[in-house]
């Protein structure tokens, strides 16, 4: 395990080493910012007003190499999602690794009860990906299909397995999953979760946690890899056990 302080004052370096992507295989992450009570979202309901600057330094260096970003359509609505753009400095490295110019928003919704006005939608370098249901609204399809690659799966509740494996058809193998926590906990009981980036905001926020519905009888075992801490920030990685 790797254990890194820097100092208040200092920026966080090489990040691209310390969040390197595996070679030659598949590799899911998910992200989650969370507070020592417990809290995945602030006064405001959203996570962004628990984070900071060293966070966003993270959060922006795990997007930076991926095929894919998935959210469950819940974050996509509560945390006002930006339109996911190249960023000029890193196509060529992306290009060179077998990368479009930048990631894939990937969004799940089983009812298609999205805010197609976004200019998430409109506004990406990538057209988006909705999983969906083949039970979704034929008027909800039709708009969907306007603004989004779509992809139907069986069922109204959607089989976890089956999305990561629909993502993964496409060529989008290396995927950071960035809430909400349904998903995420949904991804964890399914054990498809190869590494967990969790960021441990120093504060307490009394309040904000977000019920995910009943615990896993069997939780996957998760292995601490490395830890940064900068001013009582933790960012953490734990990877899959074996």
């Keep these: 395990m790797e254990i890194r302080t820097v100092p208040a004052d200092e920026p966080l370096e090489d990040l691209e080493d310390w969040y390197a992507w595996p070679d030659g295989r598949a590799w899911l992450r998910c992200m989650m910012l969370t507070t020592p009570d417990g809290a995945a979202r602030g006064h405001d309901g959203v996570s962004g007003s628990l984070s900071g600057k060293a966070d966003e330094q993270v959060f922006a260096e795990v997007r930076r190499f991926a095929h894919a970003i998935l959210i469950g359509a819940g974050t996509l609505r509560a945390e006002r999602y ?44 990538h ?44 060529g989008l193998r290396r995927i950071v999953c960035e809430g909400g926590p349904h998903l995420l906990s949904q991804l964890s009981e399914a054990r498809l979760i190869d590494e967990a980036d969790i960021t441990v905001a120093p504060t307490l926020a009394s309040g904000g946690q977000i019920p995910t519905g009943r615990a896993a009888p069997d939780p996957p075992r998760m292995q601490l890899a490395s830890i940064i801490e900068q001013d009582s920030w933790l960012f953490t990685r734990y990877v899959r056990s074996g």
């Design 127 to 170: 057209k988006p990906l909705v999983v969906t249901s083949v039970e979704a609204a034929p008027e909800r399809l039709v708009l969907a299909h306007e603004w989004c690659d779509v992809v139907r799966l069986e069922g109204a509740a959607l089989n976890p397995l089956q999305i990561i494996a629909a993502i993964a058809y496409r």
């Design 82 to 125: 930006q339109p996911v753009r190249a960023r000029p400095e890193d196509v060529d490295r992306r290009m060179h690794q077998g990368l479009g110019p930048a990631p894939v928003l990937v969004v799940v919704s089983a009812s298609l009860d999205l805010p197609w006005d976004s200019p998430v939608f409109s506004e990406s370098t």
